[in-house]
């Protein structure tokens, strides 16, 4: 705990300093953080609803997102979207957000895995939810980086060993460009499994752990809806997004009728990552194409500031589209298959999050929350 008091008196001291020597300071990089110090205590009960009435929520109608003491949201069009538990009885909240739940055992959220393989109705093991969800407004952003710390159980178990294509893999967050109009009356905003929502083009880095512990990333999900509101299908098969060896090299593992990719096995840090039951930062980075149908888009993923993988040719917005607006709808955490127990054995893993940071460029290994972001550091190589 002392260590961040230490930076809460360097981050006064900062913004003392930049407020009368630097004037110019405003211009932050930085979209949105929280270090959940200001966050009051909070809870998001699981429904008892099942998918897809009410789980997936919109403004009007699911849980209010956690509240700062000031009694304002953490972000003003942010939402919380609650799922029905797995399990045979329910072990508690979807979500937490309280003390001794971030690092060096400071304020944080905790989101509860369900592994709840088997249930009459979700017998993959799927759950689900997003303890947090932001809208950035129509404009968005062409390029936007999001961090947070994550730390997962010692005892994390993925999978059972008898299902691979529904088992070990967490969306880690979605980044969408939400191509509509927002509302408190907008009907299954959020809703990214069917081409013809508006929630796309889209960016879903996934983590889990097939035969090992060893993290892998899953690769841009093409369910893409292009920008002039046109379905486009695309052959798996042969499309570079999913078959670039140099991004990610085949494993030749079928997950929901899509095949998934490794990490570069020449980085010696995958694999001593992950569930050791200690915090890992990652860092994940999206730029829209500079022109429609232009392949000049990137997306990357870093963890511990080492830099996992980094593809430069993405199209996210086709010909036809616009490129006008930018990023402007994120979700923390979401769907994953924990399928290594039975729905009956009741279990859930506290998978915890600190220290959450949204910006327009890289803010460097040594950011602090709530600090000032004068000039943005290069980005990892």
Known sequence: MFGKMQKQ???????????????????????????????????????????????????????????KMNGQWLHPSSWVRTSPSTLAVSQGPMATIGAGQGRESSRGLTYNFESGKGNPTYSTGWAGGSPLTMYFGEAGYPELWVEMWVKYPSDMDWWDGSDINYSGITKAFYIARFNGELTVSTSLADDHSVETRPTHPAWLPH?????????????????????????????????????????YPYQNILLNNRYTYALPSSNPTVDTIRMDGQWHKYTYH????????????????????????????????????????GWNYIELMDNHHVASHMYTENVSYPVQIDDVVISTNYIGPDYIVGGVDMIAPAAPT
């Not at 752990?209 to 060893?214: L, M």
């Not at 990333?217 to 060896?245: C, H």
């Open 207 to 247: 983590m889990g752990s097939f035969y090992s512990s060893r993290p892998y990333f899953m690769q841009y999900y093409n369910r893409s809806q292009t920008s002039n509101g046109t379905p486009e299908v695309y052959d798996e098969t042969v499309d570079a997004w999913y078959n670039n060896s140099s991004y």
């Open 286 to 325: 999206v730029k829209m194409n500079s022109a429609p149908g232009v392949a000049d888009g990137i997306q990357e993923v870093s963890l511990d500031d080492v830099r996992m993988f980094r593809k430069t040719n993405m199209a996210f917005i086709l010909d036809g589209g616009s490129v006008e607006n």
């Open 9 to 67: 008196i360097f981050k006064i001291f900062l913004l003392f300093v930049m407020f009368f020597m630097l004037p110019n300071f405003a211009n932050a990089a930085v979209v949105w953080e929280t270090d959940f110090e200001d966050v009051a205590d909070w809870s998001a009960p699981r429904i008892s609803n099942g998918f897809p009435n009410t789980w997936t929520g919109n403004p009007s109608r699911t849980l209010d997102p956690p509240k």
